[in-house]
């Protein structure tokens, strides 16, 4: 199964959502980890509906909007989803530009690669920022209420170390530059 999949079935075990909302919930959920667009959503919801995971819970229809589908993750679903997550996954491959710069950072000055050096950083003080606002937006009991407070939890402060540890490594490749010449 894959992590699109995957990721829509995690979001209808918590609650049903239309495709809309799915989207939603991954833009503020799963966006910093993964890229899902609408292309992407709709047919797998269909694939998901076929394979008997999903199904179709209510149709709405509000005023003038166009009818809203409301999905469900069915009990298959929802077995299929426990045993996915508990196989082992391959590690990831790091699909990120940037280390193509570093690699041939050998044909750049100084200065030009400082500049790489800073958009990135800056890039990442952004990413940085999103993951301590969505903590923010979490429930602030010292025991998370949920057990889904808790893995939302897990996850963006997964994300706020990650984005900390490659800003500590362009600083300590800043702090390197020197050593070039």
Known sequence: M???ALSILSLLARQPLSGYDLK???????SQFIHVSNNQIYPQLKKLEVDGLVELSQVTKDGTYPEKKIYAITPTGLTQLKQASQQEFKDAVIKDGFLVKVQNSWLFSDEEFQQQIET???RH??????FADKLAQLPTNAEPTLAQDFASRAILE??????????DWLD???S??????
């Open 120 to 122: 990135e950083r800056q």
């Open 158 to 167: 997964y994300g706020q170390m990650y984005e900390q540890n490659y800003l």
């Open 24 to 30: 939603q919930q991954m833009n503020n959920r799963i």
């Open 172 to 174: 300590q490749m800043t």
């Open 125 to 130: 003080v952004d990413k940085l920022q999103v």
């Open 2 to 4: 894959n992590t699109i």
């Open 176 to 181: 390197d530059l020197p050593a070039r010449k």
